[in-house]
């Protein structure tokens, strides 16, 4: 029985050395086997389509300190960043440019106006496209704010 066969029965059979092997293989014919049984779980579960999501990770910056997070505001080694706006615009840009019906922005978790007012100026940049915010645990009125800006999940 094959790695690949062994995960089907149960994902949980592979170890890290057969998961990696698999996932760095160069040999086609094992990807397409993959995806194959990819598509044969995503219909058992009922799924026919998938949807391709433009991922733009905005920021590491989080306040938070939650100990199993490599983003974590203790965690010094990190070398922060924060997009500006017109280069987050120009990523949805691409993702439209590409066909993408989504995009996805995700970010450490900052409660302010300054972070609030930020996503809802990309959120009007994203007219015409899904929109899912990962952008940790907010209040219900940013959360409505953010809604009411564009954004889907």
Not at 5 to 21: I, Y
Not at 34 to 52: N, S
Not at 112 to 131: F, I, M, P, Q
């Amino acid at each position: 029985m094959t790695a690949l066969d062994r995960a089907l029965v149960a994902p949980k059979n592979l170890n890290v050395d057969e998961l990696s092997g698999m996932l760095a293989s160069a040999d086609e014919g094992l990807w397409r086997e993959i995806f194959a049984a990819a598509r044969e779980v995503k219909a058992k579960c009922g799924k026919t389509e998938t949807l391709p999501r433009g991922l733009i990770e905005c920021s590491n910056i989080c306040a938070k300190d939650c100990l199993y997070c490599g983003i974590r505001k203790g965690n010094a080694k990190v070398p922060r960043y924060l997009i500006p706006e017109e280069e987050v615009a120009a990523c949805v840009d691409e993702a439209r440019r590409r066909g993408y019906p989504a995009v996805a922005f995700q970010a450490g978790e900052i409660e302010s106006e300054a972070n609030t007012v930020y996503y809802e100026r990309l959120l009007a940049k994203c007219r015409g496209l899904e929109v899912t915010l990962s952008l940790g645990e907010q209040t219900e009125e940013v959360y409505r704010r953010w809604k009411d800006a564009g954004a889907m999940r």
